[in-house]
């Protein structure tokens, strides 16, 4: 089993900027896929960014294409989302997850237990 943990979240005004963290244990994490899934309010959750572990390639949602940037220190068991140019529908509850084959699933194996995000003047 991987824990999750997230931390970062916070408010912020349109066009700043926030880094999301994910501690994750419990598991090996460099054979895991890890991401950032997003709930806005009366919406579906969504994937956000994410990097696969056989090829270290990331992905991105088109939305947040060029303003947001996913990472991972696999020596600290840590991912990251480094979110600039905000806007207020960037506004979420986001979700650190990782799954032991690709991260773009609906349904990752691992879930933290979200941190609130919120765009707003």
């Known amino acids: 089993q991987v824990q999750l943990v997230e931390s970062g979240g916070g408010l912020v005004q349109p066009g700043g900027s926030l880094r999301l963290s994910c501690a994750a244990s419990?598991?090996?994490?460099?054979?895991?896929?890890v991401g950032w899934f997003r709930e806005a309010p009366g919406k579906e959750r969504e994937f956000v960014a994410g990097?696969?572990?056989?090829?270290?390639?990331?992905y991105y949602l088109d939305s947040v294409e060029g303003r947001f940037t996913v990472s991972r220190d696999n020596a600290k068991n840590h991912v990251y989302l480094q979110m600039n140019s905000l806007k207020p529908e960037d506004t979420a509850v986001y979700y650190c997850?990782?799954?032991?084959?690709?991260?773009?699933?609906?349904?990752?194996?691992?879930w933290g237990q979200g941190t609130q995000v919120t765009v707003s003047s």
């Open positions: 997850a990782a799954d032991r084959d690709t991260i773009l699933v609906v349904e990752p194996d691992f």
């Open positions: 419990g598991g090996i994490f460099s054979a895991y896929s």
């Open positions: 990097i696969n572990w056989r090829d270290g390639k990331s």
